[in-house]
């Protein structure tokens, strides 16, 4: 379906009761369809709308884990708890400390802390409840040596002074300032334990410093560091800021740095990638996350094993092995919120596991030609509902907002939008598999409205892609999106001529019934014959949603019109209004029942309906932003930006 205005704001909360409204299709004499009174409503067109599951998922800024526990922080939605192995959380009350670093003691699973805006909040019972330990304006970063030492940083509340250093050795009861190694402000980044806990490290952006004395001195260092890890027998790594260069094949690289002594000397590691985030392998090495998935290795970085994940790896924000096995990881990322890569007989296995978490802004849905497969994009990527529930498909993250998707049956997935310099882009899936391609389908500024698949051939799907100063096109492939190819252009196979740059491409659809496309373009509809694309008016002002069932062409107006034609007609008719603009149309195989998404409204229409009338309105979901149905399960889907997913029976 084409994309609607995105909405940025993250749905709240499901509702809490069943909606149950009328659509129905109003009948009138013969009098202009803008002007046709609303008949009474007509049983046949009821639909009891629900509350539907919701994709969720937030932003995360770390995750911790020990014993049978995981904390996860996020940006916006307070601090979630799991102990499920991350399949479902609930929130915490961390006492005002929110968006920070996550830490557990290596040697006492239930003792942890939470390092960020409000101070310093500890637990002793794995993060069910928390208290606070420090309370302060920030705690940076947060530290904990495998003796119990505890070495956090803070800053004075109402004050921009840099980053104060304080150690415990009681499990955080009592804190004792030590001696930092710099004046004025700096921009601390890491703070981590050497072999002994009076080994101490401090990273900023461009310099580190290096003590063995817990303070007293220190030593400067003029290599700085994003990310420090420190594993159990006191080595630590270092990575973020050092040296980057061009590697072989077109891509960059730097080297992580290790040392065995307390960070007075450093030794560069060969790596093939750029490190994102770095978490220590509880029996020894190091997890990294990289622009090219997770990376691990436990050989002291002599040999690096792919753990996959790809797509998702490079926005990551925190990571920790998993606290059920340490050769699976969790980290968390800057959109969706949690992730998990874990062995398996056949490689590695990526999953997003934010049950729990907030539910997420959904801007499209589509849905497979004959089985119950449901997709929801929006601006944290693309959601998949096979029937057992929402998981993320890994398209999406880091390219802006998914405005169009559409799924195979054999679940082949295609994603698509415009990605950060506004070029149209689709990726190309599968909902078993995280490892998506991208294909950058216009040079120009743009974005894909819309996408559809052959319901017969999953290697062929087209995008619809309005382009802002060129003409906006059609895209087919035939190969499963290895190569696009344009075959509609607008002001080229759009006559009458119009101008290149002015004609909106707002939909495209396969009519499974004469084999051909019909797309919806601002000048109009046009249908496909082989070569030939002609046109079948629906007015002066153009059409932004069209849906066929090969006997019937429905389209929706730039306007509040709603047009009517059968298969021989090259000209529509007028045939409802709609009380606002059609943003998508949805049409039942049997051509019996149609559905509209006008002004934020589901209307529900008969398109074999002898006499012209208004649509039934105001009806529930509120504020609908997109529709889709789902003809296997004879149901129909549809979002709101406030109240998540609902979805109602049509048979």
Known sequence: MPACS????????????????????????????????????????????????????????????????????????????????????????TRGVEEGEVVFDPNDPERGYLAGFGGLARTTDAGETWELSLETERSRVVDIHPDGTVAASIRAEDTFDSQTFLVSEDGGDTWTE????????????????????????????????????????????????RWLASETDGTIWRAGMGE?????????????????????????????????????????????????????????????????????????????????????????????GLNHVEPTDDGYVYEGRTQGFPPVAVDTLATAPT????????????????????????????????????ATDTGRLYAGGSNGIYQPYVQVGHLDDSDWSKHILETNDGHV?????????????????????APSKVYETTDGGETWEPIFTAGADTPPSVSNVNVGMNEVTYDDAQDRLVVATGNGVYVQTGDTWTPRLTGTDGARAVATNGNITLAGGQGADLWRAHTDETVFAPW?????????????????????????????????????????????????????????????????PHDGLYRAATN
């Open 244 to 336: 980057t260069i061009p590697s072989g094949d077109g891509t960059w690289e730097e080297h992580p740095e290790r040392s065995t002594d307390g960070g007075q000397t450093w030794e560069a590691v060969p790596f093939d990638h750029v490190p994102r985030e770095l978490a220590p392998h509880p029996e020894g090495g190091l997890y990294v996350a990289t622009s090219q998935g997770i990376h691990v290795t436990t050989d002291d970085g002599d040999t690096w094993t792919d753990m996959g994940a790809d797509t998702v790896a490079w926005l990551a924000t925190g990571m920790v092995a998993d606290p059920a096995n340490p050769d699976a990881v969790f980290f968390t990322d800057e959109q969706i």
């Open 178 to 225: 030590i001696p930092k190694p710099y004046e004025g402000s700096t921009s601390l980044q890491g703070l981590a334990f050497g072999p002994t806990s009076q080994d101490i490290v401090v990273a900023g952006l461009t310099e580190s410093w290096v003590t063995d004395d817990r303070g007293q001195t220190w030593t400067h260092q003029d290599q700085g560091a």
């Open 371 to 406: 089985t119950d497969v449901v997709l929801a994009g929006g601006q944290q990527g693309l959601y998949a509902n096979d029937g057992t529930g929402w998981t993320h498909a890994g398209a999406g993250l880091g390219i802006s907002t998914v405005d169009a998707a559409a």
């Open 576 to 640: 409802a209004e709609a009380g606002a603009r059609v943003d998508e149309l949805e049409l039942a195989p049997s051509g019996e029942r149609a559905w509209a998404l006008a002004g934020g409204t589901v209307q529900a229409c008969h398109p074999e309906a002898p006499l012209q009338g208004d649509c039934t309105r105001d009806t529930p979901p509120v504020d609908a932003t997109a529709i889709s149905h789902v003809t296997a399960a004879e149901t129909l889907w549809a979002t709101t």
């Open 6 to 93: 995105p909405s940025r704001s993250v749905p709240a909360t499901l509702a809490t009761a069943l909606l149950a409204t009328t659509l129905v299709t109003a009948m009138a004499p013969t009098a202009p369809a803008s002007l046709a009174p609303t008949a009474e409503p007509d049983a046949d067109t009821d639909l009891d709308w629900e509350p539907a599951p919701t994709p969720s998922g937030a932003p995360a800024r770390d995750v911790g884990g020990s014993g049978e526990a995981l904390v996860v922080s996020t940006w916006r939605e307070g601090t979630l708890r799991s102990t499920d192995g991350g399949h479902s959380f609930s929130p915490v009350d």
């Open 449 to 469: 409205t819309d996408l559809t698949v052959h319901p017969d051939d999953p290697e062929t799907a087209w995008a619809a892609v309005a382009v802002d100063l």
